[in-house]
C-alpha cells in the first residue's frame, strides 16, 4: 500500500544520526576539506555507530540487522548532511563488505564479514570508474582474462576511496562476452598483491577531505575464490542500482544541509531594512529549493523501495540520480548566491557544499547501500 | 514503510478509467477542441450515467461514497484517476457533469443539512454542474480583494458584482438544474473575515452570464462571466455561519484550495503523461533507443531530452501523490499540496513544449493532439493558485512567515 512514512525505527535511525551528524560531523567538515584528512578519532566514533558491522549476519559477528535499501538510504542522507566526504570515507568499507554479503558464496562471506565486525576502523574499497572522460559502467575496458583457474586483470582505475590504507579492494572488471552490465565480475584483490600499483593521491575540486586514488593494474593474477560469486558472478546492474541510490541520498543529505544554511542566514541578513528573506527574490529560490530537495527524495525512495522488494531498480534509480546530479547542484548553487559574496568564501561551508554537490555529476558508483 | 507502488486492485480499477479516456474521451478529443462552447452531450450523458466514475475529482468529495479503493486512501485515489482521465482529455475532464469545485465548496463550508440539500442533486435525473465564482476582473490571486457584495434584505441576501473564470459556470445555471457557490462580501471592512461562500440556484433572478471566454486550451470545458445584480438569496444558502470571525470564512477558501491542488497537479501529470506516452511510442517506432544505465555523457540529446520529460513528471507525481496521501492521514499539507501544484504545472508545461519540439513539423500540426496538449497543459499552471502564489505559500510556509512579512 502506498505510504510515505517511514517506519518508527527508520525514523529513529535518522534521528539518531541525524544528531550524530549535527553533532560531531558536521564541525569536522572544514577541516577535513583544509587538510585533506579525517581525524582518526571520528573515524572510530563512526565506527561505533556499527554502520558497517549493522547488517553482518551474527554467524559472521555481525549485529545481524535486517538490510533496507531505505533504511541504508536514511542513514547515507544524514551522513551527507554531515559532510559527503567524512560520509564516503565512514561508508567506504561497505564497498567490499556489501557485495561479499548479498552475492559471494558462502565461503567467501565467512573469508571475509568477520574482519568488518572488529571494534575499530577497517579500511577497504571498491575499484570502479576508470581514467576515461567517456567511462561508462556499462562498458568497463579493466579486463580479467582467465589463466587456469586463475584470472589476471589488467586497466586502470580511478576515484578509488582509502586505496592506500585499504586492505582488499573490490575490483570491477570485464570478464568474458556479456555486453552491458552483463560480462562483469568483481574481484577481491588484497593489497599485498603484487600486480596492484596505488598510485599518487587524488586532487579533487570536492570531497578533499576523502582520499581517493588512481590504480594500475599490472598482469594482477587472483585465484579462482577471488571472484565474487564464484561460477555465478555478480548482478552488476542491481549493486549499481544500489550505489546509485546510496549516493543520491548522500546528495539529498547535501542538498539538505545548503538548504537549511541559506534559509537561517536569509532570516537573519538584512537589507533595505529587513531580513533578504522577506524578498520575494531570495524567497522563491528557497521555495524551490525546498520543492528540488522533496522531489530528489521522494524519486530515490521510490528506487530504494523497488529494491527492497527485490523488483528491478535499473530505470528508477539511474533516473533518481541524474535528477538528483542537477538539483543538488542547482540547490547548492543557489544557497551560495543566497549569500552572495559571504557564500563565495570560505568561512560559510555553502561553496564546500557546492563543490561536493559537482561530484555527482562526475562520479559513478563510489557509494554502496 | 515507504511504498509507492499501487496496490494490485487499485490498477486494475484504474484500467477501466483508462479504456473511458481512451475510448470515450481521446476520439472526441480534437472534436471539442475545434467546436468551442459546444456541448459533447452523448459523452455527458454516458458520465453521468456511469456513477462509480462520478466518483472522481471534486466529485469524490462532495457525493460523500466510499470509493472501491478503500476509504483511507481516497483523496490518493482521486488524484491517480484524475490523472487518468486527463490522460485522456483534460477539458472533457473539466467539462464533466459532476458537483465540481461548487461541490468542494459545499463540503468545506457547508452545514450537514446543507450538503445533503445541495448535493442530493448529484446522483439523480438529469446531468447537472456545480461551479464556483471567485474570481473578478479587478482580483484573482488576491482572492481577499473581492468586491462583489451580498446585502442582508430581510430573509434574504442581495448579491451584486461581477464574476469571471468561472469554469463551468454556464452550464451549472444555464444549461443544467446546478448551482454556483459564490464568494461576496458582507463587511467590507471586515477584509478576508468578511468573505462569505453562497450558494445561487439555477435560474435565479438577477444572475446572468453574459459570455464565455474564448481560450488557448481546455476548450470544451466553459468558463463563464457572470453579473449579479440585486440577486436575491435565502439566507439559508450561505454556507456555514453568516458570523463576521476574526477566524474562519475565508480560511474555508484556503481549505478548499488544500483539497483541490493536488487535484489539478494530477490533472497536469494527466496531460503530461499524453504527451510523454506519446513520445516513447514515436521514438519507439522510429528505432530511437532510450538507453539506461549508460554513462550519461554517451546519451544523445533525445534520449536526454526523454528521460529530462519522465523523471520531472515522476517527481510531480510523487509530490501530488504525498499531498493528497497526507490528507488521507487527516495531516495538515498546506506546504506539500502547493508544492505538488508548482511542481507539476510548471514541469508538464515544459514536458509538452518539449514534446512538440521533439516531434518538429508533426508536433506543430494539428493532425496529431500534441500541439493540443501543450495548450491544454497551460492551465494547469494557473488556475486554483497560479505557479507563483503557489511558490508564495511554499516560501512563507518554510520560512515561517505570514502575509504580512512576504508578499
Known amino acids: 500500500m502506498v505510504d510515505f512514512q517511514l517506519s518508527e525505527e527508520q525514523q529513529m535511525i535518522r534521528d539518531t544520526i541525524g544528531a550524530f551528524a549535527r553533532d560531531e560531523i558536521r564541525p569536522a567538515a572544514r577541516l577535513a576539506d583544509e587538510s585533506g584528512k579525517i581525524l582518526p578519532e571520528l573515524t572510530e566514533k563512526i565506527w561505533q555507530l556499527g554502520l558497517v558491522r549493522g547488517a553482518i549476519p551474527e554467524t559472521y559477528g555481525g549485529d545481524g540487522g535486517e538490510r533496507s535499501a531505505v533504511t541504508g538510504a536514511v542513514v547515507a542522507e544524514e551522513l551527507g548532511y554531515g559532510d559527503l566526504s567524512i560520509g564516503l570515507h565512514a561508508l567506504a568499507p561497505r564497498l567490499l563488505a556489501y557485495p561479499v554479503l548479498e552475492m559471494g558464496t558462502a565461503e567467501q562471506k565467512a573469508a571475509y564479514l568477520k574482519r568488518f565486525t572488529a571494534p575499530t576502523f577497517v579500511p577497504a574499497t571498491a575499484a570502479l570508474m576508470e581514467p576515461r572522460w567517456d567511462f561508462d559502467l556499462t562498458e568497463l575496458v579493466t579486463g580479467a582474462r582467465p589463466e587456469g583457474s586463475a584470472f589476471v586483470l589488467n586497466g586502470h582505475k580511478c576515484v578509488v576511496p582509502l586505496a592506500a590504507e585499504a586492505e582488499a579492494i573490490l575490483v ?80 539529498v543529505g547535501v542538498m539538505r544541509a545548503a538548504f537549511d544554511y541559506a534559509r537561517d542566514y536569509a532570516k537573519e541578513r538584512k537589507a533595505f531594512g529587513v531580513p533578504i528573506a522577506t524578498k520575494q527574490a531570495i524567497a522563491f529560490m528557497l521555495a524551490d529549493m525546498a520543492i528540488e530537495i522533496d522531489s530528489a527524495r521522494l524519486l530515490m525512495w521510490e528506487a530504494a523501495a ?34 552572495g559574496g559571504h557564500g563565495y568564501i570560505r568561512e560559510h561551508p555553502v561553496e564546500m557544499w557546492l563543490r561536493n554537490a559537482r561530484a555527482m555529476t562526475a562520479l559513478d558508483g563510489v557509494a554502496t547501500v | 514503510m515507504i511504498d509507492f507502488e499501487l496496490e494490485p486492485q487499485v490498477v486494475s480499477r484504474l484500467r477501466m478509467y ?84 461548487g461541490g468542494a465548496a459545499v463540503m468545506a463550508a457547508g452545514t450537514p443539512e446543507q450538503k445533503a440539500r ?78 462569505k461562500p453562497f450558494v445561487v440556484e439555477h435560474g435565479t433572478p438577477g444572475m446572468q452570464v453574459t459570455r464565455l471566454e474564448q481560450k488557448l486550451g481546455i476548450r470544451a470545458s466553459d468558463t463563464a462571466a457572470i453579473i449579479f445584480d440585486n440577486c436575491r438569496v435565502p439566507a439559508s444558502n450561505l454556507l456555514g455561519s453568516a458570523e463576521v470571525k476574526q477566524e474562519g470564512g475565508f480560511k474555508d477558501v ?17 496531460v503530461g503523461r499524453a504527451a510523454l506516452d506519446f513520445v516513447r511510442n514515436f521514438l519507439k517506432e522510429q528505432n530511437v533507443a532510450v538507453r539506461y544505465g549508460i554513462s550519461p555523457r554517451r546519451l544523445g540529446v533525445v534520449e536526454r531530452d526523454f528521460m529530462e520529460m519522465e523523471v520531472q513528471l515522476q517527481a510531480a507525481r510523487l509530490l501530488t ?82 502575509n504580512k512579512e512576504l508578499n
Open chain 1, 172 to 251: 570491477y572488471a570485464k570478464n568474458g562476452s556479456g555486453s552491458g552490465f552483463e560480462g562483469v565480475d568483481a574481484f577481491v584483490v588484497t593489497r599485498d598483491n603484487p600486480g596492484l600499483k596505488i598510485n599518487e593521491r587524488e586532487q579533487n575540486m570536492g570531497l578533499k577531505g576523502l582520499a581517493t586514488y588512481e590504480i594500475a593494474l599490472d598482469q594482477c593474477r587472483v585465484s579462482a575464490d577471488a571472484r565474487l560469486g564464484a561460477d555465478k558472478g555478480i548482478d552488476f546492474s542491481r549493486l549499481m542500482s544500489e550505489a546509485r541510490v546510496a549516493f543520491s541520498a548522500m546528495a
Open chain 2, 321 to 402: 501523490w504525498r499531498a493528497a496521501w497526507m490528507m488521507d492521514m487527516g495531516q495538515r499539507n498546506n506546504l506539500e499540496a502547493s508544492m505538488a501544484k508548482a511542481k507539476a504545472g510548471l514541469v508538464v508545461t515544459q514536458i509538452t513544449q518539449k514534446a512538440v519540439e521533439l516531434l518538429g513539423p508533426l508536433g506543430y500540426s494539428r493532425k496529431l493532439l500534441v500541439e493540443k496538449w501543450m495548450r491544454d497543459a497551460k492551465i494547469n499552471d494557473i488556475f486554483e493558485g497560479t505557479q507563483q502564489i503557489n511558490m508564495l505559500i511554499v516560501a512563507r510556509r518554510i520560512l515561517g512567515y505570514g
Open chain 2, 118 to 195: 445541495f448535493l442530493k442533486r448529484f446522483g439523480e435525473g438529469k446531468p447537472k454542474w456545480g461551479a464556483m465564482a471567485i474570481t473578478e476582473p479587478a482580483c484573482g490571486s488576491d482572492s481577499a480583494a473581492v468586491t462583489t457584495s451580498a446585502t442582508r434584505d430581510g430573509d434574504d441576501w442581495l448579491i451584486n458584482g461581477t464574476k469571471i473564470f468561472c469554469t463551468a459556470g454556464h452550464r451549472a445555471v444555464d444549461k443544467s438544474e446546478g448551482f454556483v457557490v459564490v464568494w461576496a462580501t458582507v463587511d467590507k471592512s471586515a477584509g478576508r473575515a468578511g468573505i
Open chain 2, 18 to 101: 483508462h479504456a473511458v479516456a481512451e475510448n470515450m474521451m481521446r476520439p472526441i478529443s480534437r472534436e471539442y477542441d475545434e467546436r468551442e462552447h459546444e456541448d459533447p452531450w452523448q459523452f455527458f450523458e454516458t458520465m453521468w450515467q456511469a456513477q462509480s466514475l462520478n466518483d472522481v475529482g471534486p466529485a469524490a468529495r462532495s457525493t460523500g461514497g466510499e470509493s472501491q479503493a478503500g476509504p483511507k486512501l481516497r483523496n490518493l485515489n482521486t488524484v491517480i484517476t484524475t490523472e487518468e482521465l486527463c490522460w485522456g482529455d483534460v477539458g472533457l475532464f473539466l467539462a464533466t457533469p459532476n458537483s465540481g469545485l
Open chain 2, 254 to 270: 484556503m481549505a478548499t484550495f488544500d483539497a483541490t491542488r493536488p487535484i489539478v497537479a494530477a490533472m497536469a501529470i494527466g
Open chain 1, 306 to 339: 523497488r529494491l527492497d522488494k527485490g523488483h528491478d531498480a535499473l530505470r528508477e534509480s539511474y533516473l533518481a540520480k541524474n535528477y538528483v546530479a542537477a538539483s543538488a547542484l542547482r540547490v547548492t548553487d543557489n544557497a551560495v548566491q543566497v549569500l
